[in-house]
């Protein structure tokens, strides 16, 4: 495999996690999760409070990446030698020795999966300074739904798991000249593909034009659109429905 594909495959799992983690955000948006915190006896804003835990998880995890950055190898090392303790013991009480062989060889190669994919997506400016771009998106939406409320939240989050990941795989898999940091076509696709998210959630086609004119023009310009584009877009949105009341 040449470096290039190394690089368009790493660039690919890289933004399908962070679509997969953006869309999550919305969960805490549906109507079903406040009634289960309610249910569960919660009086608070459900929602603002998930939001506000994922920013301090957010932080304790960057923060541990910065300042014990060999943690991730001593918890492999436990993991293992602990797992190896467990199956000797089983192992004595039984005949289930190539069984419990098959297990262990099972959750190595898990194991090894898993941090080959963070080795994968995990950038270098990350394994120095933490995970920025978390911290930046879910502080963001965080500020969004506390300012702006619910629904143009949604569309903040829905711009995040969008406009990013759809320009940035499309510029580095068809090249071209770029405009700051994609290209012509990845830019227009993105803001199209966001405006039919939210024509088809139920958007005006006019407004969801524009609001997808708007997210691509801003992730365009902004040197961190995990902080400006769910923020700038719920904005967006609050004032639209402002005009339109």
């Known amino acids: 495999m040449s470096a290039e594909q190394r690089r368009f495959r ?4 890289r933004k399908l996690l962070h679509v997969t983690l953006a869309l999550l955000l919305l969960l805490p948006l549906s109507p079903w999760y ?3 915190a309610a249910s569960a006896g919660f009086e608070g804003d459900a929602a603002l409070s998930t939001y506000a835990l994922l920013l301090v998880a957010a932080l304790f995890v960057s923060t541990l990446r910065v300042r014990k950055p060999e ?3 001593s918890i492999l090392r ?4 602990a797992r190896k303790l467990v199956l000797q013991h089983v192992k ?3 005949p289930l020795h190539e069984v419990l062989e098959g297990v262990e060889q099972a959750l190595d190669r898990a194991e090894q999966g898993f941090f080959a994919l963070v080795d994968a997506v995990e950038r270098d400016y990350e394994k120095r300074y933490g995970y920025v771009a978390a911290i930046c998106a879910v502080a963001s939406v965080l500020a969004s739904y506390a300012l702006f409320g619910p629904a143009a939240t949604a569309r903040g989050i829905l711009a995040l798991a969008i406009v990013d ?6 510029t580095l898999l068809l090249g071209g000249r770029k405009i700051l940091k994609h290209n012509p076509f990845s830019v227009a696709v993105s803001a199209l593909a966001l405006s039919a998210a939210l024509a088809a959630a139920g958007e005006k086609p006019s407004r969801a034009l524009l609001l997808g004119a708007a997210a691509s023009f801003i992730e365009l310009v902004s040197p961190e659109d995990n902080l400006t584009l769910p923020l700038g877009m719920a904005a967006l949105a609050y004032l639209l429905e402002l005009t339109e009341a």
């Open 10 to 13: 790493s660039e690919l799992a």
């Open 34 to 36: 406040g009634q289960a």
């Open 71 to 73: 943690l991730r190898d």
């Open 78 to 81: 436990i993991s293992r030698e």
């Open 92 to 94: 004595s009480l039984g």
């Open 165 to 170: 990941p759809l320009a940035s795989v499309l």
